[in-house]
């Protein structure tokens, strides 16, 4: 997995990066709360003009959804 991923939610966790494994989960990490959530999809937005609503708010939950959420942003 890239590390693009893993340090955006290492950010929005607010915890170091070996701390986020490529299968760190909404609501399996201890840090991945709802407010830890919602400053992941603000990241998102500002860093990759992601744009929220309520299917990709919801579905966005893992490390690999964060991954694809970016490439289809950056086309790739």
């Not at 494994?21 to 999809?41: E, F, I, N, Q």
Request: hydrophobic share 40%; net charge negative; aromatic share 6%.
């Amino acid at each position: 997995m890239t590390t693009t991923a893993k340090t955006i939610l290492a950010d929005a966790l607010e915890c170091s990066v070996d701390d986020i494994l490529d299968t760190s989960a909404r609501g399996m990490h201890p840090k991945w709360d709802s407010l830890a959530h919602v400053r992941l999809m603000l990241i998102l937005e500002s860093e990759y003009n992601f744009v929220i609503n309520n299917d990709n708010f919801e579905t966005v939950n893992t490390v690999s959804d964060i991954q694809s959420a970016i490439e289809e942003q950056t086309n790739g």
